[in-house]
């Protein structure tokens, strides 16, 4: 039997020629193809009607090429993927990424999805970010790029936690009628401590420093006012009694020194690190922000990226005809990618010309570029061949997951953008995403990584054989797991070519090789959008 051709994989790997055209579970693959890529399957079945084998047993694969393994590529097809022949050393001027074995990038071996997930992560992190100083307002949802520490003490004054009184000494107390404090300033400088209305309703917030409280007095008090030299604590207004009549107040209740009194430096003191660097800017953080006197904060910029959707039988508009479909990825890649805090282009749609290809990676300014299909070896799959024409650098290609196999990421130039490769197919392009644009992406925009966490799965989930698994889930509570009990819920829909299942999702279980019982634990992978509590997953279970 004749070999594959040069840059082609073997149509004898599991997967490819048994998948091709098909979901996971025999449903048409009208989606996004990546046109002959070992990606069918991907949902879980090894072929049209062929479920995967029971829990502790192999299924039998298909024959197999001499010199080819499930899921890789021959030394021939991995040199041709890197653009360089056989023990030809890499282009003069181009470092290696930090991590990076070129050895095994020039041989193709695919990927294990965890160390894809790693590595992008770890190229994200190694790039020195972007800094920009920007307003409170416009610095919402950047991040940190130094921590956050107190310009003052906050409070920066002793202040009163409750409207009331505040009192000097034991009491009863003598209600000292002259409330403002003699001479002082107000917020604008103005002398406040002579007009009636300061003396009935005591001392407000926003003013200066009050007069010193004789021992045996108490005066009106407002929530956040300063509190008075001398005073002992302050006594909220539904704990007192005034007796107006003879100029005495009462307290109703035991009175503790500094009770409601909101001490100086309670929260901080001047210099101390309020969040460190890697931090959302959240509502809140521009809150404590302004609190502890900032007026701008330095973020770091949001990467840059140029969507790039390639492929000729796409359409931007009506219903698919006459062999064309229309374009999935082209809507739901840039809103995807700036969930994730990124600033994107509006896509642009290339079709199948590996010139125009070519021509829009050797001159885009961006941070990262995303492409959609091409990924694979077929006659009209040019990002491979593309990319090794420019003399990139190609970090992963392939991941053993499924659905997205065919994913790559590559750098372009030394010091010049990344670049991910997603498949053509949705599902698969969104495991492209979290597997390797989500990691790379946290790095570039200076996010901290956010921990693994685990959800046990109500339902039996089937493995690929070799694979991971990448499967849509939501969560709910109660029962199935034990009462109030959180777990996940495996969806429908979950093919390759298929984005109904994750349209419903709060995130994707990762389903290691073989699969997982009901009630095991698996990894979650959150969505950009979702939070991670229980919600209602429709008619997709």
């Known amino acids: 039997m004749p070999g594959p051709s040069p840059g082609q994989a073997s149509d004898h790997r599991p997967g490819r020629n048994s998948d091709r055209g098909h979901s996971d579970c025999g449903h048409p693959d009208r989606g996004h193809s990546d046109r002959g890529h070992p990606d069918r399957g991907s949902g879980g079945c090894d072929g049209p009607g062929q479920a995967p084998p029971p829990e502790g047993h192999s299924a039998p694969g298909p024959a197999r090429t001499k010199g080819y393994a499930p899921g890789h590529l021959t030394d021939h097809d991995a040199e041709h993927d890197a653009g360089r022949s056989c023990g030809e050393p890499p282009t003069p001027g181009h470092h290696p990424t930090p991590g990076l074995d070129p050895a095994r990038v020039r041989h193709g071996r695919t990927t294990g999805w965890d160390e894809a997930r790693a590595l992008a992560a770890r190229v994200g992190r190694s790039a020195s970010p972007r800094t920009q100083r920007l307003g409170l307002g416009p610095a919402l949802g950047h991040v940190l790029a130094e921590p956050l520490a107190a310009l003052t003490d906050l409070p920066s004054f002793d202040t009163s936690a409750m409207d009331g009184w505040v009192v000097a000494g034991p009491g009863p107390w003598t209600i000292h009628r002259n409330t403002e404090e003699e001479g002082s300033e107000g917020r604008d400088g103005e002398e406040s401590g002579s007009g009636g209305r300061s003396r009935a309703l005591g001392i407000l917030a926003g003013h200066g420093a009050p007069a010193a409280l004789p021992d045996g007095d108490a005066v009106r008090i407002a929530t956040g006012a300063r509190i008075p030299a001398n005073a002992t604590a302050v006594i909220r207004t539904e704990h007192a009694h005034a007796d107006e009549a003879r100029g005495v107040l009462y307290a109703q209740r035991q009175v503790v020194p500094g009770q409601d009194v909101r001490p100086r430096g309670q929260e901080c003191r001047s210099g101390d690190q309020l969040l460190p660097t890697g931090t959302m800017v959240t509502p809140a953080v521009l809150g404590l922000a302004a609190a502890a006197g900032y007026d701008e904060l330095v973020t770091v910029a949001r990467p840059r990226i140029d969507v790039l959707v390639l492929g000729d039988e796409l359409l931007t508009a009506g219903l698919p005809h006459d062999g064309l479909i229309r374009d999935a990825l082209g809507p739901m890649i840039g809103p995807w990618l700036q969930a994730l805090g990124a600033e994107v282009s509006a896509p642009r749609r290339l079709g199948d010309d590996a010139e125009a290809l070519r021509q829009a990676l050797t001159s885009s300014d961006a941070d990262l570029v995303v492409t959609t299909g091409g990924t694979a070896a077929g006659p009209v799959d040019h990002v491979h061949p593309v990319l090794a024409g420019i003399g990139a650098e190609l970090l992963v290609s392939g991941v053993a997951v499924r659905p997205g196999h065919p994913m ?134």
């Not at 495991?431 to 992406?441: F, N, V, Y």
């Not at 109904?500 to 009630?519: E, N, T």
């Open 408 to 541: 790559l990421l590559a750098r372009l130039a030394s010091g010049g953008p990344y670049l991910v490769g997603l498949p053509g197919n949705p599902l698969a392009a969104v495991s492209g995403l979290l597997t390797l644009a989500e990691p790379l992406l946290r790095g570039l925009a200076g996010r901290t990584p956010e921990d693994p966490y685990r959800v046990v799965v109500r339902d039996e989930v089937r493995g690929h054989t070799e694979d991971t698994r990448l499967v849509p889930v939501v969560h709910r509570m109660g029962t199935g797991t034990g009462a109030g009990a959180e777990h996940v819920v495996p969806l429908h829909y979950n093919g390759p070519a298929m984005l109904r299942g994750i349209a419903a999702a709060d995130g994707l279980a990762v389903v290691p090789p073989g699969g997982v019982p009901s009630g095991a634990e698996v990894e979650i992978l959150d969505l950009p959008w979702a939070p991670a509590t229980p919600g209602s997953e429709g008619c997709f279970t």
